[in-house]
């Protein structure tokens, strides 16, 4: 059957949307892509999303409205991704959607003896599954988190059916907004899968571009900034330090410790020394890279064996970012996504369309050893589409 | 089959919970109550919840905390009323749980050339279908807000199934936080009702008690401080101008008009005139009894017959409230729910039982005449409870 993935990631930038073809043989999945694209959001729709995740207080109504606004983006990605693989949407079986993630707290807050973890992922699913008159399944973290886990990484599910392998052990990282890994000891099983969030992906050094070039740019194209600075070791060193690195998985993180609160943090620690831009940029980079490495070596190489590493993401495209990283890990080999005949980009969404899938079959795709849950449970709502009109 | 629903109004106090057995006989359903309570919220979080509605700008991890704390709430609220009832709850086959409303804005906000509704109530149903082990849906503003509706009022199915009568026609009024009115012309069908909020219930009168007490009372307990004040000829006929009540059905409203910002309004207006606290809990009341009686006449006297008025809702309590509206009304007979065979307090919550009961069996509860709707749709979401293990 056909089904269609929708995510927008933590970078905020717009929707990614995947048509894929999903097969059942003998109780195991087969996903194929059909069609990718990403549709960026418009501008003032970033900022935002951005604002809503920066921790200053907002007014409710605005949450409220750019819920069922963004709803309409990820109803018109779906219909876009559509037109342009030019299958009907009458014969789309399903959409999964993940929204747009505005907060993750997976760190209990207690309520008297009760612990409460939360999450907020906006793109009203109501609006996709009324324009769309698909059935859509959305909403997939709380519910682990509701059954005590993190609700995050979900992408190992994913990662398990397309990487693993019966002799080789392979760690998949994914570079968006922040990175994460999933490790897949050769010939072990879904339920023996390792995977946590590592530290930022591209969200620290696109939060600094942003800064220091004054909002002109958003990403650093190509590494160029980050080739042109030097490294300062005495940043580079205090940034090291970052509890989240450190702490043993599983682990979940977002926007709201790698994102503004510490580019400001950077920005402040940077003034007094003057520290040019550039500078700020290659150390961010290359700080990046050890929050990935110093994850992979101290939490998956310290316990089994790795013979390689497949990179997806945006980050992919920073050779800046890749060389430092595949220096930190050698001689174990870096390979993108695609040398294993995979698009990268279009994982996330491709991973929402098959757990959207295997919610609406009943079957529950929360890996408990790798999100903290004391069980497996079904991920999402569902929202039925167009329903057979009454008598 | 046993269904329990859930609401928590916009008084924000408390969580309603209804247990009801439905029957479907002949493709029409039956309703019974078997057992209802009203859990209160403790105290910090019906703060909480006036502030998130009071359209202050917060923290958005106060709302994602919130709606997971809710969740909890709601979900001890299904057991408790399963455990006064003396039902195991895997003989519970459904819960449907509105939520607790924190934002609603019916009135489109423009993007480009399309308009924006929005509505957001909180409670994640996500933790109750998980707490409970049974199916939940939830959430049903949302889809009939993205057909092009209101989102609002829910109740009039209901009472559609309670209180039509093939001889009698009938207005059926709630007076919770917000007023709403159903007519039910005698012998039509459901897709003719006509229904929606008339303005102020007890929100106007509590939210002045609240404020002049200085939060020693929350309530006008038997209208007591309202018969000791005076109705202000000025106060009153300058809040008879309000544009709500006048404005032509369907139309729906909320803690935003009628809550916090009218209070501080009536407060500064009436401090330059030093107009005694009992003064202004008596206007406030004699209005709130107009807003109901000229909505009744205007919008439903003036189309068609009309035998009787009955009434539910908190507002039954108070007398003072009651006289003023049958004053108004007379000669049409007012009388409570009750002296027809239902307790008012349980409407609401029975609706999301019966609302959650019919979306599961792909039945559409909208009434596009009501909510102003493009076409009947499928509200809520669906939640599985506990799924069968997996091999």
Not at 26 to 52: M, N, Q, T
Not at 150 to 159: D, F, N, R
Not at 373 to 379: I, S
């Amino acid at each position: 059957v056909r089904v269609i993935g929708l995510i927008s990631g933590t970078s905020s930038d717009g929707v990614d949307a995947a048509l894929v073809d999903i097969q059942k043989r003998a109780g195991r999945c087969r996903i194929e892509l059909i069609s990718f694209d990403v549709y960026p959001y418009p501008g003032s729709v970033r900022k935002k999303l951005i604002d809503l995740a920066s921790g200053l207080p907002q007014p409710v109504a605005h949450l409220c409205h750019l819920n069922f606004y963004i709803g309409e983006l990820f109803a018109e990605a779906a219909r876009r991704i559509a037109r342009k693989a030019r299958i009907p949407l009458d014969e789309i079986a399903l959409i999964g959607s993940h929204g747009q993630t505005v907060q993750h707290l997976p760190m209990p807050k207690w309520e008297g003896k009760r612990p409460v973890r939360s999450t907020l992922q906006i793109g009203e699913p109501s609006v996709i599954a009324e324009r769309t008159g698909i059935t859509t399944v959305a909403d997939f973290r709380p519910r682990d988190m509701a059954a005590g886990g993190e609700g995050a990484p979900l992408t190992p599910y994913l990662h398990y059916l397309l990487f693993s392998h019966p002799k080789r052990s392979r760690a998949i990282v994914n570079i968006g907004g922040i990175s994460n890994v999933t490790y897949l000891k050769a010939g072990a099983s879904l339920e023996e899968t390792v995977a946590f969030d590592m530290g930022p992906g591209n969200m620290l050094i696109d939060g600094l571009v942003l800064a220091v070039t004054g909002g002109r740019k958003e990403i650093d194209t190509g590494g160029k900034m980050a080739r042109r600075g030097k490294v300062d070791a005495a940043l580079l060193s205090e940034l090291m330090r970052h509890p989240f690195i450190h702490r043993k998985p599983p682990k979940s993180t977002g926007r709201e410790v790698f994102g503004l609160p510490m580019v400001t943090s950077i920005l402040q620690s940077s003034q007094a020394r003057r520290l040019p831009p550039e500078d700020l940029i290659a150390t961010a980079t290359v700080f990046t890279a050890f929050a990935i490495s110093e994850n992979i070596r101290r939490f998956i190489v310290k316990k089994g064996a790795l013979q390689e590493v497949i990179v997806g993401g945006g980050g992919v495209k920073n050779p800046v970012l890749m060389a430092s990283l595949a220096e930190r890990l050698a001689p174990i080999p870096v390979q993108p996504f695609e040398s294993v005949g995979h698009e990268s980009r279009a994982i996330e969404a491709m991973t929402f369309a098959l757990l959207g899938y295997q919610t609406f079959h009943l079957q529950p795709t929360n890996i408990p050893t790798v999100t903290g849950a004391r069980r497996p449970v079904l991920l999402g709502k569902i929202i039925p589409g167009n329903f057979p009109q009454s008598k």
